[in-house]
């Protein structure tokens, strides 16, 4: 049995051991103050290919650069950070670990050196930022948004939170059993990684897809079989007890992240369907006015240009501040119904609506266009279709939990 210098009281205690859990829980709160300070240096990396180059250069809801970016099709991109794992080479530079079939470049340069990800400085993270584009419209967004949130809400046990406080809890229990004792033995090791292994299986967490949580077990797998020193397994299960620890931190951090993303969507959320009610109201007021007159005589040519610049006023503006789906099939349905499409706005317009819809529309003389030929009861009879189509959009979205399973 290995055992380091004990003190003179005879009570087995390592005058060694507990400061070296002092120093690594001292280093590991300075770590966590950093995080949450937005001073973590880490080494911020992002996909260098075609795609990625098109997400990054999407305009964003906010307007903001740390806005949720969307697309002319009307699909919204969320983000987050994802640990890159990295390796040691023989010449002693820390590299990225997994080969890609893409390359990466890094999203602040100036911060660093130009060789940073052939030669990555010791104990600094490397994270990957990863775009996703959505794969259905707001209401999913912001589904997926409090999912996310719910994982780290207090009280709520979700196995994200779990999973960092039953590492914590056991590494701490590791660390103090061996403290007290005073060192550690072969005969310990393997009683160790018996009850490691049970631990595990209790934990159902073998093969784990998530990148930081299968590097803890790893860690935590190694500590009792690799070396019998005591303060080189202390030191081992206390690594394992920092990665625990700074994912709790990460993830209190993700907090104010997400929900920023959840108010940036709801917003978004109310403002489009506001604009889309807007619409649908001035719309009615337009019928309603085109028939009152069409009953007292026929239209002058002075109340035709009167309703063609109403509904320019009342529709046009709206109409096109609507950029997400599902709603912006819909707006752009109507507004090309009522002002007709421009050349250069046919091939985008087709994705949005789908090729064959799109050509019937196009085909089709504008609402304008109908009136200003004094084709009222035509003109109206599509108003009342570009209604009918805001109302059905708005009522198939309006539960956000249900939206668009009706």
């Known amino acids: 049995m290995t055992r380091e210098h004990q003190d003179d009281t005879g009570s087995g205690i390592s005058s060694q051991g507990i400061p070296l859990i002092d120093r690594r829980l001292s280093w590991e709160r300075g770590r966590i103050e950093r995080m949450h300070q937005d001073l973590d240096r880490s080494v911020k990396i992002v996909r260098d290919t075609p795609e990625y180059r098109l997400r990054l250069n999407l305009p964003t809801l906010s307007g903001a650069p740390g806005g949720i970016p969307y697309d002319p099709e009307g699909n919204l991109h969320t983000s987050w950070w994802r640990p890159v794992e990295t390796k040691v080479e023989p010449d002693g530079r820390i590299v990225l670990a997994r080969a890609r079939e893409w390359s990466y470049k890094v999203l602040s340069p100036r911060e660093h050196r130009k060789d940073v990800l052939t030669n ?5 993270p490397v994270v990957e930022l990863i775009l996703a584009k959505g794969k259905g419209g707001i209401e999913e967004t912001i589904l997926q948004q409090k999912h996310i949130l719910a994982g780290y809400k207090p009280g709520t046990e979700a196995a994200e939170v779990r999973f960092a406080q039953d590492v914590i809890q056991y590494t701490e229990g590791i660390m103090t059993r061996f403290v007290l004792k005073g060192g550690v033995a072969r005969s310990d090791l393997i009683e160790l990684a018996t009850e490691t292994g049970q631990w595990l299986e209790q934990q159902r967490l073998y093969n784990p897809r998530d990148l930081r949580k299968r590097k803890i077990l ?10 019998s020193n005591y303060l080189v397994l202390l030191s081992r299960v206390g690594a394992v007890h920092t990665l625990a620890v700074e994912r709790l931190t990460v993830g209190s951090k993700a907090l104010g992240k997400f929900e920023a993303n959840l108010q940036e969507l709801a917003f978004e959320r109310e403002i489009t369907r506001w604009r889309l009610r807007f619409v649908d109201e001035q719309l009615e007021a337009i019928v309603k006015y085109i028939s009152r007159m069409a009953r007292n005589s026929n239209p002058t040519n002075y ?17 096109a501040s ?13 507004a090309i119904n009522i002002f007709g499409c421009r050349e250069e706005k046919k091939e985008i317009n087709r ?26 009861d035509a003109a109206v009879s599509r108003i009342k279709g570009c209604r009918s189509a805001i109302i059905r959009t708005l009522a198939k979205y309006e539960d956000i939990e249900t939206a668009g399973k009706t």
């Open 303 to 319: 109340q035709k240009e009167s309703i063609g610049k109403a509904l320019i006023v009342i529709a046009r503006e709206p109409l």
């Open 120 to 124: 990555i400085p010791k104990a600094q």
């Open 322 to 334: 609507i950029r997400v789906k599902p709603y912006l099939k819909a707006a752009r349905w109507v």
């Open 218 to 227: 790893e860690k935590l797998i190694m500590i009792p079989l690799e070396d």
């Open 351 to 376: 994705k949005i609506l789908g090729e064959r819809q799109a050509d019937k529309l196009f085909a089709r003389p504008s609402i304008t266009e109908l009136v200003a030929q004094g084709k009222l």
